[in-house]
DNA sequence: CTGTTAGCGCGTTCAG
DNA sequence: CTGAACGCGCTAACAG
């Protein structure tokens, strides 16, 4: 077998004895071609192991059927279902997916952003570092758009799609409150993202609600390393006064109170009630049952996608002057389970 | 501001009175460029908002600089850490990665495959489903190197990096026969995969090796669900006869088992001494803590990215005749704690 | 129903 | 050190 390199649409053409033209409608079906010419070029193709390249069709179509998906971190539960959620909702249109982790660092965004952008894809969805990047502005530029997940960019470069981080944080504070907890703690990670800002504000909220002069050194913020979420719940358990009942703001804050209450063989939920953000299927298989606010990921990725189809499918991004993006705030669940306890009135 | 359209290196070439020649060569570095012209490209660049198209320079240079990752499940811990490990690995040579979910099924691992094909990426890394599809030899046909990771491809159609499986399988057990077990079980996925047969292979050599006479009825496979998981394990424990140790061959095995012994308020490792494979850090967290065989994640990546890389970069995928592609394996390690205990010899 | 042709935006010879 | 011109593989007008 002599060296054969790969063929092309005019290959083809050739040896079917048609025009490209015609073998590109038979390949698109984008217009009527007589049953014999269309398996004429068929048979050829496949004799040939023609595949059509889509680097040339991008190129002319302007079109990529590739989404970037730019999210903090792969690895973390949530992202990855994320990132599921979106891929089987544009494996249907035939669109693939480059994914990117951020690490948190808005270099990291911003030069993935500008790969994306260079690559020419379709539309971005970004859970943002929370920086506000130049690059924003060249994907508007290049009529690029945007949706951002999970967290609101600085400026309104583009649609919003979030959970109802302030709800979710009330419901939560709220759902101890009703258990007789009035010193309760929250730690989140030390970072000014709208996630831990909404969640701490509906903590706030709930508290003022209830009468309560929220203690602020209960309000705990660290880096976001399972290690920092230990010695933070440490330093809490360690206090004379310490909380009864401790929110986690997040998946890694969470393995870090499990780590703090496992090295202090603390019982949970006798001596701390406990609510972790993030729910995954180990949080129900643990001595107790780890009470947990679930977010609608299925409905995050649907709604993403769909204002990002309509931004691709529409017109252009800026529809007439500075276009008014819309923020969708989808409701979390919280998914009561053994580690919140009733405290005793005299305490 | 009017509707400005992208502009295009002949945009930029005429904007700095230069040659789209000029143009390129000052964004590649391919030749020299005097500095005032230089200024001058990157000026009129800056002002038209200038992005080289990735498409276009693909079609001429035969080059996407993006692979394909197709696994089982992103949302399987194990392969999100892979994609991540392999992420980090391309990012630094400006490589971006499409990520593809086949959730076992052969069709859609074809699927992606084709999508990937004519994407023309620069190379794909597969965890095989298992079946022995037509679209391997048409990426070989178009020069678009495979890598198969974790599982073996039905036929060599490419180098694979794999766990030592057996040799995991062979660890696990005879770490257990070590401490007195001998009616140990093995949970794993109902399919054929290199992987669950290693280890399962593995198992049974230890057994031998200890002259005990297996008990096929303690090998046990199921559907690839927890729940299946569970019930298997249910199964499992209710015997006359159960095992006093056993071996989930997966995570979602593990959970399945937690599951279980959830269920039974069966104690471990009192009760029943376990090892999960794969790795996760709330296997740490949990009372016990489990017992875990972890993958080498970062040598597989390392390993698997370094081959796709040689075989890109090298000539062609066949080098003369049929290529004898390598298979390396890769020792997976024992993280022991504490939930596995010595049997009494009175047993 | 089918063919011709002009780009899409870039890299890359070959001349100068 | 620079420019002109060609081609990468395909789609989209326009003819027929």
């Known amino acids: ?26 390949f698109n079906d984008t217009r009527p071609v007589s049953e014999a010419t269309r398996q004429a070029v068929l048979d050829a193709a496949r004799r ?19 989404v970037g998906v730019v999210v903090a971190d792969v690895l973390n539960p949530f992202f990855a279902g994320i990132i599921r959620g979106v891929e089987d909702l544009l494996w249907q249109q035939g669109r693939s997916l480059v994914v990117c982790s951020t690490d948190e660092q808005p270099e990291k965004e911003a030069y993935y952003l500008h790969l994306l952008l260079e690559r020419r894809v379709d539309g971005v969805l970004v859970a943002p570092t929370g920086a506000d990047l130049p690059v924003y502005a060249e994907l508007q530029h290049h009529h690029i758009p945007a949706v951002f997940i999970d967290r609101r960019p600085p400026q309104p470069w583009g649609p919003t799609v979030e959970t109802d981080n302030v709800r979710a944080g009330y419901a939560a504070t709220r759902y101890l409150l009703d258990r007789g907890h009035t010193r ?40 976001s390393h399972q290690e920092a979420a230990l010695q933070g719940t440490l330093a809490l358990l360690a206090r004379r006064d310490p909380p009864t009942a401790l929110i986690a703001a997040n998946h890694v804050m969470t393995l870090g109170v ?31 049952p ?7 990921t299925a409905e995050i990725c649907r709604c993403a996608v769909d204002l990002l189809m309509a931004a691709m499918n529409g017109q252009s991004t800026e529809r007439n002057g500075t276009a008014n993006y819309p923020i969708v705030t989808l409701p979390a669940e919280l998914i009561e389970r053994a580690s919140c306890a009733h405290l005793d009135k005299a305490c």
């Open 48 to 66: 040939l192991n023609y595949r059509p390249s889509a680097i040339a069709r991008s190129l002319t179509t302007r079109r990529t059927y590739t």
């Open 290 to 296: 780890l009470t947990a606010v679930r977010h609608a």
């Open 184 to 223: 309760i703690a929250i730690l989140g990670r030390h970072q000014a993202l709208s996630t831990v800002t909404g969640r701490f504000a509906g903590y706030r909220q709930a508290l003022a609600e209830a009468d309560i002069t929220p203690d602020p050194s209960l309000a705990v913020t660290v880096d």
């Open 1 to 26: 077998m002599r060296k054969q390199s790969v063929s092309t649409i005019r290959d083809v053409a050739r040896a079917a004895n048609v025009s490209t033209a015609t073998v590109s409608h038979v």
């Open 258 to 288: 499990v780590a703090a209450m496992r090295e202090l063989g603390r019982q949970c939920p006798r001596e701390l009630s406990f609510i972790a953000f993030d729910d995954l299927p180990w949080l129900a298989l643990v001595a107790p």
